[in-house]
T-cell receptor, first 114, second 111 residues
Framework: EAQVTQNPRYLITVTGKKLTVTCSQNMNHEYMSWYRQDPGLGLRQIYY???????DKGDVPEGYKVSRKEKRNFPLILESPSPNQTSLYFC?????????????FGEGSWLTVV | DAKTTQPTSMDCAEGRAANLPCNHS???????VYWYRQIHSQGPQYIIHGLKNNETNEMASLIITEDRKSSTLILPHATLRDTAVYYCIVSAVSNDYKLSFGAGTTVTVRA
Protein backbone atom coordinates (compact mmCIF):
# COMPACT_ATOMS: atom_id res chain seq x y z
CA GLU A 1 0.00 0.00 0.00
CA ALA A 2 1.30 3.43 -0.98
CA GLN A 3 2.18 5.38 2.14
CA VAL A 4 3.53 8.78 3.04
CA THR A 5 4.22 8.85 6.76
CA GLN A 6 4.77 12.02 8.76
CA ASN A 7 5.89 12.38 12.37
CA PRO A 8 4.93 13.88 14.66
CA ARG A 9 1.28 14.33 13.80
CA TYR A 10 0.77 16.86 16.56
CA LEU A 11 3.33 19.03 18.31
CA ILE A 12 3.29 22.05 20.58
CA THR A 13 6.68 23.65 20.99
CA VAL A 14 8.23 26.89 22.19
CA THR A 15 9.78 29.68 20.18
CA GLY A 16 13.39 28.99 19.27
CA LYS A 17 13.49 25.30 20.07
CA LYS A 18 14.73 23.41 17.03
CA LEU A 19 12.44 20.72 15.71
CA THR A 20 12.28 18.26 12.84
CA VAL A 21 9.21 16.86 11.14
CA THR A 22 10.03 13.61 9.41
CA CYS A 23 8.53 12.30 6.18
CA SER A 24 8.98 8.86 4.71
CA GLN A 25 7.52 7.29 1.56
CA ASN A 26 7.47 3.69 0.38
CA MET A 27 6.80 4.27 -3.34
CA ASN A 28 10.38 4.87 -4.48
CA HIS A 29 9.34 8.27 -5.82
CA GLU A 30 12.06 10.69 -6.75
CA TYR A 31 10.10 13.85 -6.11
CA MET A 32 9.11 14.97 -2.60
CA SER A 33 7.90 18.26 -1.24
CA TRP A 34 6.59 20.06 1.82
CA TYR A 35 3.51 22.26 1.99
CA ARG A 36 1.96 24.31 4.72
CA GLN A 37 -1.73 25.05 4.92
CA ASP A 38 -3.15 28.11 6.63
CA PRO A 39 -6.75 29.37 6.76
CA GLY A 40 -7.56 31.48 3.72
CA LEU A 41 -4.17 30.88 2.11
CA GLY A 42 -4.57 27.36 0.79
CA LEU A 43 -1.63 25.01 0.37
CA ARG A 44 1.73 26.70 -0.18
CA GLN A 45 4.87 24.87 -1.13
CA ILE A 46 7.84 25.28 1.21
CA TYR A 47 10.60 23.17 -0.35
CA TYR A 48 10.83 20.40 -2.89
CA UNK A 49 13.36 17.78 -3.89
CA UNK A 50 13.78 16.27 -7.33
CA UNK A 51 16.04 13.48 -6.11
CA UNK A 52 18.64 12.54 -3.51
CA UNK A 53 20.84 15.53 -2.66
CA UNK A 54 18.74 17.83 -4.89
CA UNK A 55 16.53 20.34 -3.10
CA ASP A 56 15.07 23.72 -4.01
CA LYS A 57 12.96 26.45 -2.52
CA GLY A 58 9.23 26.62 -3.01
CA ASP A 59 7.03 29.64 -2.43
CA VAL A 60 7.55 30.10 1.33
CA PRO A 61 10.99 28.70 2.33
CA GLU A 62 11.93 31.29 4.95
CA GLY A 63 12.59 29.76 8.35
CA TYR A 64 12.80 26.19 7.06
CA LYS A 65 15.50 23.79 5.98
CA VAL A 66 15.30 20.38 4.34
CA SER A 67 17.63 17.55 3.48
CA ARG A 68 17.40 14.57 1.14
CA LYS A 69 20.11 12.09 2.01
CA GLU A 70 18.07 9.07 1.01
CA LYS A 71 15.30 8.64 -1.49
CA ARG A 72 12.58 7.66 0.95
CA ASN A 73 13.07 10.42 3.55
CA PHE A 74 12.62 14.16 3.36
CA PRO A 75 12.71 15.82 6.79
CA LEU A 76 11.58 19.39 7.37
CA ILE A 77 13.73 21.28 9.86
CA LEU A 78 12.73 24.37 11.78
CA GLU A 79 16.00 25.67 13.25
CA SER A 80 14.38 28.39 15.35
CA PRO A 81 10.60 28.11 15.21
CA SER A 82 8.47 31.22 15.57
CA PRO A 83 4.74 31.60 16.19
CA ASN A 84 4.09 32.47 12.52
CA GLN A 85 5.15 28.93 11.69
CA THR A 86 2.14 27.57 13.51
CA SER A 87 0.41 25.67 10.75
CA LEU A 88 -0.68 22.36 9.30
CA TYR A 89 2.17 20.76 7.36
CA PHE A 90 1.94 18.19 4.59
CA CYS A 91 4.61 16.11 2.97
CA UNK A 92 3.92 15.01 -0.61
CA UNK A 93 5.51 12.73 -3.17
CA UNK A 94 5.15 11.87 -6.82
CA UNK A 95 6.99 9.92 -9.47
CA UNK A 96 8.74 11.80 -12.24
CA UNK A 97 7.71 9.26 -14.82
CA UNK A 98 5.00 10.08 -17.35
CA UNK A 99 2.55 12.93 -17.75
CA UNK A 100 -0.38 13.63 -15.50
CA UNK A 101 1.42 12.47 -12.38
CA UNK A 102 -0.63 12.27 -9.20
CA UNK A 103 0.67 13.57 -5.92
CA UNK A 104 0.35 11.55 -2.73
CA PHE A 105 0.09 13.44 0.51
CA GLY A 106 0.81 12.46 4.07
CA GLU A 107 -1.81 12.84 6.78
CA GLY A 108 -0.45 16.13 8.01
CA SER A 109 1.41 17.45 11.04
CA TRP A 110 -0.22 20.05 13.25
CA LEU A 111 2.48 22.32 14.63
CA THR A 112 1.87 25.00 17.25
CA VAL A 113 4.69 27.35 18.26
CA VAL A 114 4.05 29.34 21.44
CA ASP B 1 -0.27 27.40 -14.64
CA ALA B 2 -3.81 28.43 -15.58
CA LYS B 3 -6.09 29.70 -12.86
CA THR B 4 -9.37 28.05 -12.00
CA THR B 5 -12.70 29.31 -10.72
CA GLN B 6 -14.91 27.16 -8.54
CA PRO B 7 -18.01 27.90 -6.49
CA THR B 8 -17.21 28.49 -2.85
CA SER B 9 -19.62 25.89 -1.56
CA MET B 10 -22.41 23.55 -2.53
CA ASP B 11 -24.76 21.11 -0.88
CA CYS B 12 -25.73 17.71 -2.16
CA ALA B 13 -28.27 15.13 -1.03
CA GLU B 14 -26.97 11.73 -0.02
CA GLY B 15 -27.37 9.19 -2.78
CA ARG B 16 -27.67 11.81 -5.48
CA ALA B 17 -25.06 12.75 -8.04
CA ALA B 18 -22.89 15.74 -7.15
CA ASN B 19 -21.79 17.87 -10.07
CA LEU B 20 -18.88 20.17 -9.30
CA PRO B 21 -18.10 22.80 -11.93
CA CYS B 22 -14.74 24.37 -12.65
CA ASN B 23 -13.84 27.13 -15.08
CA HIS B 24 -10.34 27.30 -16.53
CA SER B 25 -10.73 29.58 -19.53
CA UNK B 26 -6.99 30.28 -19.88
CA UNK B 27 -5.92 26.65 -19.95
CA UNK B 28 -3.04 25.83 -22.28
CA UNK B 29 -2.84 22.89 -24.63
CA UNK B 30 -0.36 20.98 -22.48
CA UNK B 31 -2.14 21.52 -19.18
CA UNK B 32 -4.01 18.75 -17.45
CA VAL B 33 -7.10 19.15 -15.28
CA TYR B 34 -6.70 17.53 -11.87
CA TRP B 35 -9.20 17.06 -9.08
CA TYR B 36 -8.19 16.49 -5.49
CA ARG B 37 -10.23 16.56 -2.31
CA GLN B 38 -9.40 17.19 1.30
CA ILE B 39 -11.50 15.72 4.04
CA HIS B 40 -11.38 17.78 7.23
CA SER B 41 -7.68 18.70 7.34
CA GLN B 42 -6.46 15.29 6.21
CA GLY B 43 -3.92 15.13 3.42
CA PRO B 44 -5.38 15.98 -0.01
CA GLN B 45 -6.46 12.91 -1.93
CA TYR B 46 -6.17 12.45 -5.66
CA ILE B 47 -9.50 11.84 -7.42
CA ILE B 48 -9.02 12.00 -11.17
CA HIS B 49 -7.29 13.88 -13.95
CA GLY B 50 -7.70 14.40 -17.69
CA LEU B 51 -6.33 16.24 -20.67
CA LYS B 52 -8.99 16.30 -23.39
CA ASN B 53 -11.17 13.25 -23.11
CA ASN B 54 -13.73 12.49 -20.45
CA GLU B 55 -12.41 10.18 -17.78
CA THR B 56 -14.00 7.80 -15.27
CA ASN B 57 -12.59 5.82 -12.41
CA GLU B 58 -13.95 4.15 -9.31
CA MET B 59 -14.34 7.45 -7.50
CA ALA B 60 -15.70 9.87 -10.06
CA SER B 61 -16.14 11.00 -13.64
CA LEU B 62 -14.53 14.02 -15.23
CA ILE B 63 -16.27 15.79 -18.09
CA ILE B 64 -14.14 18.28 -20.00
CA THR B 65 -15.78 20.59 -22.54
CA GLU B 66 -14.59 20.42 -26.12
CA ASP B 67 -12.88 23.82 -25.87
CA ARG B 68 -11.33 22.71 -22.54
CA LYS B 69 -12.32 25.95 -20.86
CA SER B 70 -14.37 24.24 -18.21
CA SER B 71 -14.91 20.86 -16.63
CA THR B 72 -17.26 19.08 -14.25
CA LEU B 73 -16.42 16.51 -11.64
CA ILE B 74 -19.25 14.07 -11.06
CA LEU B 75 -19.59 12.01 -7.90
CA PRO B 76 -22.25 9.57 -9.05
CA HIS B 77 -23.77 8.62 -5.71
CA ALA B 78 -22.66 11.02 -3.01
CA THR B 79 -22.29 9.69 0.52
CA LEU B 80 -21.77 11.52 3.78
CA ARG B 81 -18.09 10.57 3.60
CA ASP B 82 -17.77 12.62 0.41
CA THR B 83 -18.16 15.82 2.44
CA ALA B 84 -14.88 17.61 1.75
CA VAL B 85 -13.18 20.51 0.03
CA TYR B 86 -12.73 19.73 -3.66
CA TYR B 87 -9.89 21.35 -5.59
CA CYS B 88 -9.82 21.77 -9.34
CA ILE B 89 -6.28 22.37 -10.57
CA VAL B 90 -4.81 22.82 -14.00
CA SER B 91 -1.13 22.24 -14.46
CA ALA B 92 1.41 21.30 -17.06
CA VAL B 93 4.06 18.73 -16.38
CA SER B 94 6.94 20.89 -15.30
CA ASN B 95 10.22 20.47 -13.55
CA ASP B 96 8.89 21.12 -10.11
CA TYR B 97 5.59 19.24 -10.47
CA LYS B 98 3.95 21.75 -8.21
CA LEU B 99 0.20 21.87 -8.07
CA SER B 100 -1.28 25.18 -6.98
CA PHE B 101 -4.25 24.58 -4.72
CA GLY B 102 -6.77 27.40 -4.60
CA ALA B 103 -9.67 27.72 -2.19
CA GLY B 104 -11.67 24.88 -3.70
CA THR B 105 -15.37 24.07 -3.29
CA THR B 106 -16.66 23.00 0.09
CA VAL B 107 -19.11 20.20 -0.62
CA THR B 108 -21.51 19.19 2.12
CA VAL B 109 -23.46 15.99 1.60
CA ARG B 110 -26.65 15.96 3.63
CA ALA B 111 -28.67 12.95 4.72
Amino acid sequence: EAQVTQNPRYLITVTGKKLTVTCSQNMNHEYMSWYRQDPGLGLRQIYYSMNVEVTDKGDVPEGYKVSRKEKRNFPLILESPSPNQTSLYFCATTSRLGPGNTIYFGEGSWLTVV
Amino acid sequence: DAKTTQPTSMDCAEGRAANLPCNHSTISGNEYVYWYRQIHSQGPQYIIHGLKNNETNEMASLIITEDRKSSTLILPHATLRDTAVYYCIVSAVSNDYKLSFGAGTTVTVRA
